[in-house]
């Protein structure tokens, strides 16, 4: 019930197209639900993140899209760049509980030029 | 304003060994919690402490140990050393133990012979 299950485990596309990560949770008591990316050598930084009360968020070229019935929630990558080359990781943590943030297996995207 | 800072960034120890690694949280940030990183297993919850005291801890052995400071530092140990024990050790930092957001250190990578 505490897993974040995460797919696909990599991905390539081109410059300019849309990667989509999925994931699904099982815990309801989860209530907020962010992306990290992780740069070779650097530690994940928050990315962009939703509550359950949306079904979708917009940042820039980042969405995410959240289906609460379904309890899976996915991030959409717009016109993707070489920049964007990095490892995605969803997690999901429950009210007023940010260290017991649940990660998922993270995806690794390249984004060919 | 200054990120989180971790200590070495890298070392490397052999079997039955001990190890300490420090982080240093973002300045006002009071919970620090720790993550072990590894390719197979993704960002696993090592544990938090907000004011010095451990508030929650994931499932891995005794071997694994950590403290803070009163100036928010935190410390984390690992005693006689394994193998596996091998991966990234990531401290992140967060302004209360309600806040969802999590900042990164670059990680403590240890590789254990």
């Known amino acids: 019930q505490q897993q974040v299950k995460q797919s696909p485990q990599s991905l390539i596309v081109q410059k300019g197209g849309i990667p989509i990560i999925n994931c699904a949770y099982e815990n309801t008591a989860f209530d907020y639900f962010p992306w990290y990316q992780q740069f070779p050598g650097k530690g994940p930084a928050l990315l962009i993140a939703?509550?359950?009360?949306?079904s979708e968020k917009k940042e820039g070229r980042f969405t995410i899209s959240f289906n609460k019935s379904a309890k899976q929630f996915s991030l959409h990558i717009m016109d993707s760049q070489p920049g964007d080359s990095a490892t995605y990781f969803c997690a999901a943590s429950p009210r007023g509980g940010g260290f017991k943030t649940i990660f998922g297996a993270g995806t690794r995207l390249f984004v060919k030029a | 304003k200054a990120g989180v800072t971790q200590t070495p960034r890298y070392l490397i120890k052999t079997r039955g060994q001990q190890v300490t690694l420090s982080c240093s949280p973002i300045?006002?940030?009071?919970?620090v919690s720790w993550y072990q990183q590894t390719p197979g297993q993704g960002l696993q919850f090592l544990f938090e402490y907000f004011s010095e005291t451990q508030r929650n801890k994931g499932n891995f052995p005794g071997r694994f140990s950590g403290r803070q400071f009163s100036n928010s530092r935190s410390e984390m140990n690992v005693s006689t050393l394994e193998l596996g024990d091998s991966a990234l050790y990531l401290c992140?930092?967060?302004?209360?133990?309600?806040?969802?957001?999590?900042?990164f250190g670059e990680g403590s990578r240890l590789t254990v012979l």
């Open positions: 300045s006002g940030h009071r919970s």
């Open positions: 939703i509550r359950p009360d949306v």
């Open positions: 992140a930092s967060s302004l209360t133990t309600s806040s969802g957001e999590l900042f």
